[in-house]
């Protein structure tokens, strides 16, 4: 009998996948999916689509709002240090922090993860994480898809994206478009550098030959490859109360772009965004990335979200009130600027102290 291998019956698992390990993954991930469980998402997982029943979740007049996004770069951290445990929480929070900008209610998410070689023992770690995000969210895991696709990802490598849909009661939509001159933009801490700015991070840790498996230089009770990797922080049930009274004029996730760019996206025409980078302390992790790459402070105002997540928008006569009701849920909270007549864009302004150690300085964006 000839042994050339033209002779055999080919398999799936000679070109690399293996249906029976993704089936054993779709087992696994069951009772992840299951924990999830909100009202209107019931079905189990399996089947070709998901379904949501938006009447169960007590909707009357709902507008649907969907938000796509992934991890970027910081993927590449995780998989180098073998840290999965939190990068799902990070896709989750892309995903649903981008719905409440627009006033929804996050109520359903699916995943996509793709490999060259399936580690079930990784994806599962990913996914539970991902269950964790959606789980501080109050979204539902409907369903997903893993992509095992031999010779398009090194090893170990993994990719990771998300698609979420939220609701909003059609009087409840967050356009911005009441926003007006003398309003208040309070600022809610961020968690670490959440997902954004990584392949700077990258870079910086690869030219400054950093330490990650040493503790951190700014906390030493962690590492810095974990200080790095801190998921990003979900913010959706300190602000949803907040949201359906009605309380909140508009929100700015501060993700790409940072705080110069991404306020101005929720503005309306005629109005301007003052931010006062003294007005909240930068945090030590801020300060020593600044520091490492001796980033300018305009650069640094693009490039990462400078210690704030998310900014909150909200009429002068409210801003104590609604500042105290957030902090009442665990967030920290700054007063970081205010709204002025102008063209439509934002203004951060530092003094010596803050992000330079130049002078005083101006950033201006116009949108």
Known sequence: MSSDRHNSPYTYADAGVSITAGNALVRAIGPLARATRRPGAEAELGGFGG????????????????????????LKLATEWDRHAGIGIDLVAMCVNDLLVQGAEPLFLLDYYACGKL???VAEQVVASIAEGCRQAGCALIGGETAEMPGMYADGDYDLAGFCVGAVERDR????SNIAAGDVILGLASSGVHSNGYSLVRRLAADRAWKLGRPSPVDQDHLLIDTLLAPTRIYV????????????????????????ENIPRVLPEGTHALVDADAWPQTRLMAF?????????????????CGIGMAVIVGADEAKSVAAALEATGETVFTIGRIEAGARGCTVRGSVETWSARADWTATHVA
Do not use: M, Y
């Open 51 to 74: 379904l949501f029943d938006l009447k169960a979740a007590g909707f009357v007049d709902p507008l649907l709002v969907a938000a796509n996004d992934g991890v970027g770069t910081k």
């Open 119 to 121: 580690d079930a023992g």
């Open 173 to 176: 939509l967050l356009t911005g």
């Open 237 to 260: 049930a300190s602000l949803l109360p907040l949201l359906r009274k009605g309380r909140i004029k508009g929100l700015a996730h501060i993700t790409g772009g940072g705080l110069l």
């Open 289 to 305: 990335l600044q520091a490492q790459g001796s980033i300018e402070p305009e650069e640094f105002a693009l490039t990462f979200n």
